[in-house]
């Protein structure tokens, strides 16, 4: 029972990934997570990434209020071909793009976290994922093993450079917080260079 939750849903070229946390931890996390899961779902190969995280927060705004929770989010839209991810990074701070020579960058926020800021508005941003990248995105669980964020993300890249694939980069993330005490959750995103450019998640 926690707050993490990761989805997604694709259609052959393109592919909708959501990776957020819940405030909190135990059932009452797990249940706003849950809740912000379904209302995450419809539409999400159809809709942008900032008309989808918009639609999501207005309707989950009142039940947030009340509660005093908020859900931070990553959410991307990719086109597998091109290599073009559009995202909406609410709040969570966690996300990096890798590249082929090991080189990371760290996805610029796109607004607060859904339920901080009543009427709160999101901006959708666009990134390229060059052939033998990768697009990482943790959640926060994996701080409890580093000092900061900045430690934290760099032994995320290295591990994930070092990967032969996204299982095993998504497992070598998951091994640098083995004694972690919140939820752990981590999404592998590989852009390959044998299969002209298509993403594999």
């Known amino acids: ?21 819940a405030m909190g931890k135990g059932m009452g ?19 942008s990434a900032e008309s989808l995280v918009g639609r999501a927060a207005a309707a989950l705004e009142p039940d ?14 990719l086109d597998g071909m091109a290599g073009e991810v559009e995202y909406v990074d609410a709040g969570h701070g966690l996300g990096i793009l890798v590249h082929p020579d090991g080189l ?13 800021l009543p009427g709160a508005q999101w901006r959708g941003e666009t990134v390229w994922v060059p052939p033998g990248a990768q697009l990482v995105a943790v959640s926060d669980g994996l701080l409890d093993a580093f000092d900061a964020a900045e430690p934290a993300l760099d032994a995320v890249a290295s591990a994930v450079h070092a990967a032969g694939s996204a299982r095993e980069a998504v497992d070598a993330v998951l091994a640098l917080a083995v004694h972690a005490e919140d939820d752990v959750t981590a999404v592998v995103l590989r852009r390959e260079l044998a299969l002209e450019g298509a993403m594999v998640a």
């Open 64 to 77: 947030l209020t009340k509660l005093s929770s908020f859900v931070t989010l990553m959410h991307w839209r």
């Open 1 to 21: 029972m926690g707050g993490d939750f990761f989805d997604w849903e694709a259609d052959g070229s393109r592919l909708a990934v959501t990776l957020a946390d």
């Open 104 to 116: 990371w960058e760290r996805l610029g926020s796109s607004g607060p976290p859904l339920g901080l």
């Open 29 to 47: 996390a797990a249940l706003v997570a849950a809740t912000a899961r379904a209302v995450l779902r419809p539409g999400r190969l159809q809709r």
